[in-house]
């Protein structure tokens, strides 16, 4: 997974850096552009008795690494 993410953001990264800025010709793309990477740590919560969110199908949530 982390490989794939890593190549893609590779070939972006390489695009940019390659492209003039349209608005700004003297600047390269890249000088220009941010870029926000995410990752969503989502999983089982509880508030005492209540589940707010779900996991399924996996056992447990992100609180631990079974």
Not at 5 to 11: A, H, I, M, T
């Amino acid at each position: 997974m982390m490989t794939t993410v890593d190549w893609s953001l590779g070939r972006i990264v390489d695009f940019l850096e390659k492209m003039d800025g349209p608005r700004n010709p003297d600047k390269k793309l890249i000088e220009t552009t941010n870029i926000f990477f995410r990752s969503d740590n989502d999983g089982a919560q509880t508030h005492g008795k209540d589940v707010i969110s779900g996991n399924a199908p996996l056992k447990y949530g992100k609180n631990y690494a079974k």
